[in-house]
């Protein structure tokens, strides 16, 4: 790897034999994307060729217009790669959490028939094209089968990570009113059984789910109405194992995914058939430079999007083998991780800089000496900025100075990676994650929408053709659509709500959120989402949530919350992180709740949340004479001292 002041470059060797290595495919792609995208995507197989390669009506778009395609197809008996040479080789690596159990390999023919039972049975239920289907499974390969059997018949996935709470999984069923719902009796953490089968059964009053098939897998004890809930083995072991691909029109719809938005309520990301198979295929191939013997490992979980593009579609496509795993990467041991990655000879890892930042603070090159993973070839992170520090860590402790570090900028709605260097191209600059992918236009404004000079942050866009992969909707919200991603600069400029600037290079920095999202762990939740599960709570009268820096989630929540003092103080604490994972689950606990007795607010009653964290981080306050009650603030001030003198 040649250094050259802080750029990395590949080696001669690593250029040499990576896909892409000559940097012309910028300048050839941007002479004409549309163009470019075009002939990436006759390497998939089309039932019939699209006519139109972009068709743009602001702020509404539409990717290989009037082209027929489904996903799966192309992932099986059309792989680019040839059926029969990849039929017996294995897909899917799946590692269980508990070490004693076997791990489980599925053959791209053993994955096909199962999909295909799977698909013949969601047809028995009535499952057809269009008709939306709720996941809600740990990370098992039935949760692989159960997305690709709906692909198969065109029915719209909407999986739901699995520690999302009832309430969480029912507000989105009833969104979506899928009619379906597919889950597991249990599944393990960090030893633990998880009851998920519980927590659907609680999901589903109000909502217009029928059917739930239940996947076993912790055989835990559970509820079962009969008429409602089938076993997935049940329905599909006399299931014929063949089961035609439905012809999709290239914008049809392919999945629902929700993520935060700014206030209480998730936003269904509507991804399409044809656009979203093009960019999962070209950014996987491409960006981790995967090839026929590679075996990729892409550590999210298949509930966010990461784990939709690349822990599932984007490594099928490519004819790769891929890891599955259960479990926690520390558990139960801090280098479980480590082992996998040499248990299975893994090429490529791909993670998120909260993993990385805990290893790191653990110390873990104590256990990482030369001659562990020396398969590893590529290195990504995704999902949070990474900084500096953790860059280093991961480059030099866990790839040894010899594996491109991708880092990889993109969101639920952009369905596929949009920033990032390319292995074989680079240069790999620490904390910054490149340039646009070939094909990609992405700009940074200024507030009144002029392009920033190097080194000046403004707000992250992307400029027509934007991206095949990029959302065409909110489901059933489209002024939410509008409002969000085409009001800030007009219809035809996508906001991404990120802020960035670029270097001389035209390298981009990705500096953070605009809006009130914050990432917590790389987990996606809004300010405005944990306000409403606590504001939920009968003994609030207001509260305000803040993101606040953390050495190893890079963020997480801080509450301040205005009671009526009908409880203790650590009574109504403790009921309030029980809300929220009522409300939202536990993946974006408070660090801290302050209990107030008013939060400082504007004139016009709008709460001050800047002024909060100014006081959490020390911060100037300055000018408080636009406050309607400065005098809040010395009392909040007190608080958070003495809270934080308790240790
Ligand atoms: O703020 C950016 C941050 O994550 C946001 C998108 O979150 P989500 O929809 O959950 O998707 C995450 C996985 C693609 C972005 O708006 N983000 C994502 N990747 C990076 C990043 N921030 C800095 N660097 C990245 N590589």
Known sequence: MKEKENFYYPSEEFKKRALINKKDVYAQAAKNPVKFW?????????????????????????????????????????????????????????????????????????????ICRFSNALKKLGVKKGDRVGIYLPMIPEATVAMLA????????????????????????????????????????????VDLKKNADQALDQTK????????????????????????????????????????????????????????????????????????????????????????????????????????????????????????????VPDRWVRIIEKYGVTTFYTAPTAIRMFEQMGAEKFLNDKRMKTLQILGSVGE????????????????????????????????????ALPGIGPFKPAFAGLPFPGIKAEILDEQGKPCPPDKQGNLVLLPPFSPSLLRGIYKNDEKYKETYWSRYGDKIYFTSDSAYKDKEGLIR???????????????????????????????????????????????????????????????????IAQIKKEIGPIALPKEVYLVKDLPKTRSGKIMRRILKKLLTGEDLGDLSTLSNPEVVEGIKKIIGSDNSDG
Not at 164 to 172: A, G, I, K, N, W
Not at 180 to 189: F, K
Not at 236 to 258: G, N, Q, R, V, W
Not at 398 to 415: A, Y
């Open 385 to 420: 900025p990474i900084d500096e520090a953790a860059w280093q860590w991961y480059f030099k402790e866990v790839g040894r100075e010899k594996c491109p570090l991708v880092d990889t900028w993109w969101q639920t709605e952009t369905g596929g990676i949009l920033i990032t």
């Open 510 to 576: 990705i500096v953070g959120r605009v809006d009130d999202v914050i990432k917590v762990a790389g987990h996606r939740v809004s300010t405005g989402e944990l306000e409403a599960a606590i504001n939920a709570h009968q003994e609030i009268t207001e509260c305000a949530v803040i993101g606040v820096a953390d050495k190893i989630k890079g963020e997480v929540p801080a509450a301040f919350v205005v009671y009526n003092g009908s409880l203790l103080p650590q009574d109504i604490k403790d009921q309030i």
């Open 38 to 114: 075009e002939k990436m995507a006759k390497e998939l197989f089309w039932f019939k060729k699209w006519k139109k390669g972009f068709v743009h009506n602001p702020p509404y778009f539409q990717w290989f217009s009037g082209g027929r395609i489904n996903i799966t197809s192309n992932i099986f008996e059309n792989n680019s790669l040839g059926f029969e040479r990849i039929k017996n080789k294995v897909a899917l690596i799946w590692e269980p959490e508990n070490e004693e159990e076997k791990e489980k390999k599925l053959t791209y023919y053993d994955l096909f028939r199962e």
């Open 150 to 193: 709906c692909a198969r018949l065109g029915a719209v996935h909407s999986v739901v990570f699995s520690a999302f709470s009832p309430r969480s999984l029912q507000v989105r069923l009833q969104d979506n009113e899928a009619k379906v719902l597919i889950t597991a009796d249990g599944y393990y953490r960090r030893g633990q059984i």
């Open 209 to 332: 789910v029928e059917k739930l098939i239940v996947v076993k897998r912790a055989k835990n004890k559970i509820a079962w109405q009969e008429g409602r809930d089938v076993w997935y083995e049940d329905i599909t072991k006399d299931e014929e194992d063949f089961c035609p691909a439905e012809e999709m029109d290239s914008e049809d719809m392919h999945f629902i995914l929700y993520t935060s938005g700014s206030t209480g309520k998730p936003k269904g990301c509507v991804h399409t058939c044809g656009g979203y198979a093009v960019q999962a295929y070209y950014t996987a191939k491409w960006i981790f430079d995967l090839k026929e013997d590679d075996i990729f490992w892409s550590t999210a979980d298949l509930g966010w999007i990461t784990g939709h593009t690349y822990s599932c579609y984007g490594p099928l496509l490519c004819g790769v083998s891929f890891i599955m795993f259960e479990g926690a990467p520390d558990f139960p």
